[in-house]
């Protein structure tokens, strides 16, 4: 079955520090990668997707992740965090042939002046 | 805004009442899915639809029932409504050429 772990529930970092937040899945199927980000009081909009091809990912709002097969990790980072980047961060892993979507616990985001 | 649209936004009922959410996918979507979001289990998957038939099931309780309309909308039931089923309650679609799934806002359920 797939799993999708995100072993840090919180990462509080300063404003312009760098940041990477961790996710690591089980998978026995192809499948596809996804980071999603929910503000406060709001539903989850996508960041960015790894679906084939290079396994560095470009997203919105100056976030990457890189797709790593052998250690079926998928690691959000971006180099320099805002204020406005404060949110909640999920990873999540959807099966190629039912796009049955699996979320890890999230991880909360709080950028600090 | 994704284009997934649920309604209500708030609910507010008694342990014991039934609800219905109802959600309206992006137009053309065919794949729906439920997901409840609460402090303690985080965001878990409860069912998938896609054109009118289930597709996939997740951590759905016996009180609670979906379905997907032939117009593609759906809507879950929750029923015999207890306490602990207070939480967010978000629909997503998707389409057959992207991959990922668009989220509406979430039904904010609270039982009293």
């Known amino acids: 079955a797939q799993s999708v772990t995100q072993l840090d529930s919180q990462v509080p970092v300063f404003e312009e520090a760098p940041v990477e937040l961790r996710c690591n899945y089980s998978s026995s199927v192809s499948v596809y990668l996804f980071w999603y980000v929910q503000y406060p009081n709001q539903g989850l909009q996508l960041l960015l997707k790894?679906?084939?091809?290079?396994?560095l990912v470009k997203g919105i709002n100056g976030f990457e992740a890189e797709f790593n097969k052998s250690q079926t990790s998928f690691h959000l980072r971006k180099p320099s965090v805002h204020i406005s980047d404060t949110a909640e961060y999920f990873c999540a892993v959807s099966d190629r042939g039912t796009y049955k979507y699996i979320f890890g616990t999230g991880t909360r985001l709080k950028v600090l002046a | 805004d994704s284009g997934v649209t649920q309604t209500p936004k708030h609910l507010i009922t008694a342990t014991g009442q039934r609800v219905t959410l109802r959600c309206s996918p992006r137009?053309?979507?065919?794949?729906v899915y439920w997901y409840q979001q609460s402090l303690d289990q985080g965001l878990q998957f409860l069912i998938q639809?896609?054109?009118?038939?289930?597709?996939a099931k997740g951590n759905i309780l016996e009180r609670f029932s979906a379905q997907q309309f032939p117009d593609l909308h759906s809507e879950l039931n929750l029923s015999s409504l207890e306490l602990g089923d207070s939480a967010l309650y978000f629909c997503a679609s998707s389409g057959d050429r992207e991959a990922e799934a668009f989220f509406g806002q979430g039904t904010r359920l609270t039982v009293v």
């Open positions: 137009s053309g979507d065919l794949s």
């Open positions: 639809y896609y054109n009118g038939e289930e597709r």
């Open positions: 790894y679906l084939s091809g290079s396994t």
